[in-house]
């Protein structure tokens, strides 16, 4: 008896022929990289910002790509993690502790606290339930946030000197915190890619398949949905962390329950299972939404039922344009 097929799993990881999503893929990652080159050449040092921020929160879309995707866990308050790795990285410094070497764990440890609580108690739930719990707990902490008098409350905190390295690495570079950052979402990607292609993320897939079945074979689904929740919970906080050293400022604004729906927005667009499918997702949406705010003041009324269309006519996102296949 032949054994049975393995189901193929699009994760957008393609190695052989030069595909159309490994082109695009390749042409995304180089411009990037060219990225400081241009700004310097052209004299556009907005452009460096503008792409800086789009490689931050890509790294927070693709941890939500990881439980949302790939996962089926739609999370509507991931936006929460952002904030609390920011106001870890705002708080310290506003009380004299600047070394990233102190920051940014505690900003990473801080968000995946905060995900194992939410998620303990939002994974005993399905559909509906599971996105307002979510909602719940990322609109709690974001009235948290707002009754910080002593670090701004409503109206923000200024972060006056950037995350310090000991001299490893200088932040305040605005070229070299660029390609920190970008570094960091390629590792973030990669590390994302071997997740799920390991057995502990092809339980994560067959329980968004099939919850019930996995745990007839004996599968505890819900540890490992949970353990996936805690590790994309980390990853946006480390973005958050690199968030707020960006903007030099932070504030209840980072986690509210709209910016949650940006990251979506951004997954889905880019194409959910797709592995470079948030940055894709990430740069289309904000490239779009800078790119009309210049044109008109009502730029959202424009945006938003452009994004209507592409949702409902590109099911797989813009990846599934690519590639002719249809998301999940």
């Given at each position: 008896?032949?054994?049975?097929?393995?189901a193929?799993?699009?994760t957008?990881?393609?190695?052989?022929?030069?595909?159309?999503?490994?082109?695009?893929?390749?042409?995304?990652?180089?411009?990037?990289?060219?990225?400081?080159?241009?700004?310097?050449?052209?004299?556009?040092?907005?452009?460096?910002?503008?792409?800086?921020?789009?490689?931050?929160?890509?790294?927070?879309?693709?941890?939500?790509?990881?439980?949302?995707?790939?996962?089926?866990?739609?999370?509507?308050?991931?936006?929460?993690?952002?904030?609390?790795?920011?106001?870890?990285?705002?708080?310290?410094?506003?009380?004299?502790?600047g070394?990233?070497?102190?920051?940014?764990p505690?900003?990473?440890?801080?968000?995946a606290?905060?995900?194992?609580?939410?998620?303990?108690l939002?994974?005993?739930?399905?559909?509906?339930?599971?996105?307002?719990?979510?909602?719940?707990?990322?609109?709690?902490?974001?009235?948290v946030?707002?009754?910080?008098?002593?670090?701004?409350?409503?109206?923000?905190?200024?972060?006056?000197?950037?995350?310090?390295?000991?001299?490893?690495?200088?932040?305040?570079?605005?070229?070299?915190?660029?390609?920190?950052?970008f570094?960091?979402?390629?590792?973030?990607i990669?590390?994302?890619?071997?997740?799920?292609?390991?057995?502990?993320?092809?339980?994560?897939?067959?329980?968004?398949?099939?919850?019930?079945?996995?745990?007839?074979?004996?599968?505890?689904?819900?540890?490992?949905?949970?353990?996936?929740?805690?590790?994309?919970?980390?990853?946006?906080?480390?973005?958050?962390?690199?968030?707020?050293?960006?903007?030099?400022f932070?504030?209840?604004?980072?986690?509210?329950?709209?910016?949650?729906?940006d990251?979506?927005?951004?997954?889905?667009?880019?194409?959910?299972?797709?592995?470079?499918?948030?940055?894709i997702?990430?740069?289309?949406?904000?490239?779009?939404?800078?790119?009309?705010?210049?044109?008109?003041?009502?730029?959202?009324?424009?945006?938003?039922?452009?994004?209507?269309?592409?949702?409902?006519?590109?099911?797989?996102?813009?990846?599934?344009?690519?590639?002719?296949?249809?998301g999940?």
């Open positions: 008896m032949s054994p049975a097929p393995k193929a799993v699009k957008g990881w393609s190695i052989g022929p030069v595909t159309p999503r490994v082109g695009l893929n390749i042409a995304v990652i180089a411009t990037l990289a060219v990225v400081p080159a241009y700004a310097a050449l052209t004299g556009n040092a907005f452009a460096l910002t503008l792409f800086t921020r789009v490689v931050i929160l890509a790294i927070a879309a693709l941890s939500l790509n990881l439980i949302m995707g790939f996962g089926g866990m739609v999370s509507f308050g991931h936006a929460a993690y952002l904030g609390i790795g920011g106001y870890a990285v705002g708080i310290l410094a506003k009380e004299g502790i070394s990233g070497f102190v920051q940014w505690i900003a990473v440890a801080a968000a606290l905060y995900a194992l609580i939410v998620g303990a939002s994974l005993r739930t399905r559909g509906v339930y599971f996105i307002m719990i979510t909602l719940a707990f990322a609109q709690m902490i974001y009235y946030a707002i009754g910080l008098d002593r670090y701004g409350g409503d109206d923000g905190l200024t972060i006056y000197h950037r995350s310090s390295f000991g001299g490893l690495i200088d932040l305040s570079n605005r070229t070299v915190f660029y390609y920190f950052c570094g960091l979402l390629l590792v973030g990669y590390l994302v890619w071997r997740i799920v292609n390991s057995r502990f993320g092809m339980v994560i897939r067959g329980a968004r398949s099939n919850e019930r079945r996995m745990r007839a074979i004996g599968f505890p689904t819900f540890r490992y949905q949970l353990v996936c929740f805690v590790i994309a919970g980390a990853m946006c906080g480390l973005a958050g962390a690199l968030l707020a050293n960006h903007t030099d932070i504030s209840p604004a980072m986690m509210h329950w709209t910016r949650s729906g990251l979506i927005v951004m997954v889905v667009l880019g194409g959910m299972q797709a592995m470079f499918g948030p940055l997702g990430a740069l289309t949406f904000l490239v779009l939404e800078e790119g009309l705010s210049r044109l008109t003041e009502y730029s959202n009324l424009i945006l938003g039922p452009l994004l209507l269309v592409v949702a409902i006519s590109i099911h797989g996102g813009i990846d599934g344009l690519i590639t002719g296949q249809r999940g």
